[in-house]
Every structure is written in C-alpha cells, then in structure tokens.
C-alpha cells in the first residue's frame, strides 16, 4: 500500500515538474512564433486588426526587401568578425591569466587576483567615459581595434578558469615540468585539452554576449560600414519607418548565427556548465 502512494506521489510530483516545463517553453516560444510568424507576412497584415497567430498570406517579401535595402550583410560581417575577435583574445588570456594566479608562485599574485576580480563591482557603463577617451587618444575611434579591445578583458571568465584550474591535480603541472615544459606548454598541453568543456561553454557564452553588445558599439562606431548587427537594427528602423514586418525580418536575421551556434554547441556548453559546478553530466 505504502508502495503504491509513493510510486503514486512521484508520478505526481513528475506530471506536475512536465505540465511546468511545457509552461515554460509555451512562455519562451510564443514571442518567438510571433516574431516569426510577422515577418512572414504581407505589411498590411501586421497593422490589422484582427488577431491571428499565423500569416494568411505566407510571403518572404521582408526578408528580400529588408536584405536589398539595408546594409544588413556588412552589419552581420562586423558582427562576426567583431564575435569572434573578442571571443578568441578573451579566451586566449582568461586562459594565461588564470593559469598564472592558479598554478603559478609570484609576489602579489594574491593582490593582482583580487584587483581582478573587483572589477565584479564596477558596472560596464562607469568606465564608458574613460573607455571613450582612451579609444580617442590612441586613434581607434571607429575601428574594430576600438570595438574589440574593451570588450576583451573578463574578469568572470578569469574566475571560472582559474576555479577549475585549482582542482586540476598538481601531479600533472609536475610531470610536465620534470619533461622540462614551460608554463605555455604546460597550459597548452596538459591544462587546456582537460578543461575543453569547459574552455567551450565559455567561448560560446562571450561570442554570444559580443555579437549581442550594443551599448559599446553604440558610443565608439561613427560610420553605417561600421556597425554591428545589433545598432544596425536602429537605422532599419529610420529607414524603413513603422513597417514591423522588415524589422522581425531584419531581427531575426540578426539572431540566427547565435542561435544556431549555441545548437550546434548545446552539449559542450552543458557539460561546461556542469564541470564547473562539480557535477556530472
């Protein structure tokens, strides 16, 4: 009888945590479907008013107008490269920086990490003024030197790095050492390919909140060639008035490299994510 209300209880509780998952992805996916649902239609369909959830008359017309109008390609090209710029130099000293405050002995270490990680406590937009002025002082305003080079340093990334670094087995840093291997090498070698998932789930959440940044791009771009998808939204919006379709168009355009690399790299990221939470996936 227990056995019978327990198994009862737990098919319960298992209903109960389905019905609230579907609720969720219902909540995550309506604004979806309807952002694609009206870029699928015809202009006068987005200002009728009469409700409907799907197109009466399906037509790619915002995509071709919003693609030969706009300068949509140039904008998705910045936002690339400028992605994957921040993404390979972020990666590249998060990695040395968070070896050197893990594994290596030097005066200060212990000051410089905390240096680092205060910059926790200081907001993005406190250093847009000195940031700016910088930029201007060394002739990068309106460069992709002046976009990135902000945008590299993460002391977060440092932090996760450098935790799962700590829990690396010094045996390995040792070994490599008596083979007479340098810190790059040991870094390279032996703590890189250990931390891969993890290396992955962070590379994919900088890419993903590079190409996304429009505040930074915003204050330092001065020219229409130069900007990334997420400001070049702003001008389809001035050249094109109020015509929703265009601008779904032109949005979802904009979303669709970061949404299909983190589907084609979900598994890593999860497994990161769970590597440096110490727990198993």
């Keep these: 009888m227990k056995a019978g209300m327990k198994a009862s209880s737990s098919l319960g509780w298992t209903l109960a945590g389905a019905l609230a998952a579907l609720l969720l992805a219902a909540m995550w996916a309506a604004p979806l479907l309807w952002a694609v649902s009206t ?20 037509t790619l017309d915002a995509f071709r107008k919003v693609l030969a109008a706009g300068n949509v390609g140039r904008w998705l090209f910045n936002s690339a490269l400028v992605a994957l710029l921040v993404t390979v130099l972020t990666m590249a000293l998060s990695l040395m920086a968070a070896y050197a405050f893990s594994q290596l002995r030097f005066r200060g270490r212990g000051l410089l990490f905390g240096a680092a990680m205060l910059a926790f406590l200081v907001p993005f937009e406190a250093l ?32 996760v790095f450098k935790g799962f670094f700590d829990a690396i087995p010094a045996d390995f840093r040792e070994a490599a050492v008596m083979d007479g291997a340098g810190p790059l090498r040991i870094l390279w070698s032996v703590y890189l390919p250990l931390s891969g998932n993890i290396v992955w789930a962070m590379a994919i959440v900088t890419f993903i909140g590079a ?24 001008q389809t919006y001035d050249a094109f008035g109020v ?15 970061v949404a299909l690399a983190y589907v084609l790299f979900q598994r890593r990221v999860t497994h990161g994510f769970l590597a440096a939470t110490g727990l198993k996936g």
Excluded at 39 to 58: C, G, I, N, Q, Y
Excluded at 243 to 257: D, E, I, K, S, V
């Design 211 to 234: 190409w996304n940044n429009f505040l930074w791009p915003f204050i330092i771009v001065t020219s229409n060639d130069m900007m990334t998808i997420p400001l070049g939204l702003t």
């Design 39 to 58: 870029a699928l239609r015809p202009e006068h369909e987005t200002v009728s008013a009469v409700f409907h959830w799907l197109p009466r008359d399906w």
């Design 128 to 159: 847009l003024v000195p940031l700016f002025r910088m930029m201007n002082q060394l002739g990068l305003i309106n460069s992709y030197a002046g976009i990135v080079l902000p945008q590299v340093v993460a002391p977060v990334v440092i932090y």
């Design 243 to 257: 015509r929703y379709a265009q601008l779904m168009a032109a949005a979802l355009l904009g979303a669709l490299p």
